[in-house]
């Protein structure tokens, strides 16, 4: 499983090192930094690049309301709101809300839920980095019932280049079958169910 990194961004030392306390109970996290300077959260955000921050909301004055906007496309960032009032998760678009009156059971819930859905976006881009992007458009023409000329004649490419790529599909997915490369493809997002023939 791939470590999730988390930032820290509270005021009050109490909260803050309780949170860090309560989140290195979770499996595969690593707790980056804390923050108590809401002056310093942009840049060390930035710098750090982390996969969730807990973040108190005063924190996110006007230089840091868009915050989570860089990391929103590469989906790099889930953003956790502690605070007293709930309706500051959908200000902010948060991904998930800690009450300050909540016990560490419920903290460890909610930030295992946000750490597992980030841990498997981290195994699924890293298993569709693995493939190029020629590679992937193979897989997705041979997950579409296509034989190897009928993949050459779309792409423009030789037989040849074709079989060579299917090669090296397989040995990277370790994955031999038609079928089992299919499920792969819609696993990923390659292609969809009802594209399938």
Known sequence: MPRISILIAE????IRKGLGAVSQKLENVEILQSVSNKMELCDIVNRLKPDIL????NMLDSDCEDLKKPFIKA????????????SNKDKYHADAFIHYKDNQSKIIDVLEEIVNKKAENKRTNKSNET?????????????LGLTNKEIADQLFISIHTVVTHRKNITQKLGIKSVSGLTVY???NNLITMDEVK
Do not use: F, G, Y
């Open 11 to 14: 005021s009050t030392c109490l």
């Open 54 to 57: 807990i973040v108190n909301p």
């Open 75 to 86: 989906n790099k960032m889930s953003l956790v709101l502690i605070s007293d009032d709930k």
């Open 131 to 143: 493939l190029s992007s020629r590679e992937q458009n193979i897989l997705k023409h041979i997950a």
């Open 185 to 187: 493809a819609i696993l």
